[in-house]
């Protein structure tokens, strides 16, 4: 499905040349994501999440308030896009807007822009990048890349782990972690983790990196809090599933059974056959007349009949009224007594037949 997104762009960034100066659209918009389903699961599936504009405080009693979407700010400094070998990231395609038309204008689909949330580190005047804004190879569209949080800093730490200490941990490369994951929001140690295992880690190595313990990013209060949330919200949903479950069931009623059971009947007798000769002949057909247990017959639900509007002016609507009037003057004049009119016409093919 999608999410709104509000892009825009820093005050200090570098702004590219462009061929209208005085446009300046692109650099503030308020746009959709587009977010694809998983084809396994049904719903969307994120291996990273985009940064909260606050930093996650454990003595903190209660959160504080932030806009349902995320407003990420963009940079025009033209980067370098990063990846590294199996390290999985998230890709979402931008709504069409002034930002990614003039993306596409510029025609570079090698390089992009850094995206970050405001306020996300600890220190609110340092803003570290969770992604970047790319346009697609073909320019067709411009995607946003949700990476890792700062993750110029922890791509190398990663790629230098795999192919250079085969995860190996030495002293120097073990305080630079460390150093990265002071600089790392908390919530991102669960995804962090299960990163280091779909890259192939050892369970052992993702354990002493990235401990369970940094997973504590709430107090008590916040927790029991979000808690008592979730279960009213589980009330909630399970007395609308009844309400809507038993306004089915009262429609149903209403409307009559959707089919009628089949009683079988007695099987065939051999004394049905009147001659002794007729009993091979019927026998390769005795199958087809075996009952079918648990046999339903469906019943259709009676359709409501358009009303003959031609019989009565006042039933026809304003707009249709020069198409009913040759049916309304020929049903209403009736020449030849020997004609039908048109309203015995129709019911001809609505008899019931016996």
């Known amino acids: 499905g999608p999410n709104n997104d509000g892009l825009s762009k820093v005050p200090n960034g570098t702004r590219p040349n462009s061929n209208n100066p005085n446009n300046s659209a692109w650099q503030t918009c308020r746009k959709l994501i587009y977010v694809p389903r998983s084809a396994q699961k049904g719903y969307a599936v994120g291996f ?113 782990l795999f192919k250079v200490h085969r995860q190996k941990t030495p002293p120097e490369w073990r305080t630079n972690f460390s150093n990265y994951l002071r600089t790392m929001p908390a919530y991102y140690a669960g995804p962090l983790r299960r990163a280091l295992t779909r890259m192939g880690a050892a369970g052992n190595v993702t354990q002493t990196l990235v401990p369970e313990a940094m997973d504590n990013t709430l107090s008590y209060s916040v927790l029991n809090y979000l808690k008592r949330l979730k279960n009213s919200a589980k009330i909630e949903y399970e007395k609308l599933c009844n309400d809507v479950s038993s306004k089915q069931m009262a429609n149903k009623v209403n409307q009559g059974p959707e089919g009628v059971r089949v009683t079988p009947r007695s099987p065939l007798k051999r004394d049905l056959l009147s001659h002794p000769m007729l009993q091979d002949k019927f026998q390769s057909q005795r199958d087809q007349l075996n009952e079918f247990g648990g046999f339903v017959v469906g019943v259709g639900h009676r359709k409501h009949r358009a009303s003959q509007s031609y019989r009565n002016a006042f039933d026809i609507p304003r707009r249709n009224l020069l198409d009913q009037i040759l049916r309304m003057r020929a049903n209403f004049l009736n020449p030849s007594p020997s004609h039908t009119k048109l309203q015995d016409d129709d019911v001809v093919h609505s008899m019931p037949i016996s």
């Open 48 to 160: 990273w999440p985009i940064p909260e504009s606050f930093w996650p405080d454990v003595q903190s009693q209660a959160l504080p308030p932030r806009s349902a979407h995320p407003n990420v700010k963009f940079t025009c400094t033209s980067q370098d896009p990063m990846v590294i070998d199996n390290l999985p990231f998230d890709k979402y395609e931008l709504e069409p807007s002034p930002l990614t038309q003039y993306i596409l204008a510029r025609k570079q689909p090698t390089v992009c822009w850094q995206v970050f949330v405001p306020n996300s580190y600890k220190n609110p005047d340092v803003a570290h990048p969770f992604g970047y804004l790319k346009a697609s190879t073909n320019l067709s569209c411009v995607n946003l890349f949700v990476m890792p949080y700062n993750y110029p800093v922890l791509l190398p730490l990663l790629d230098e």
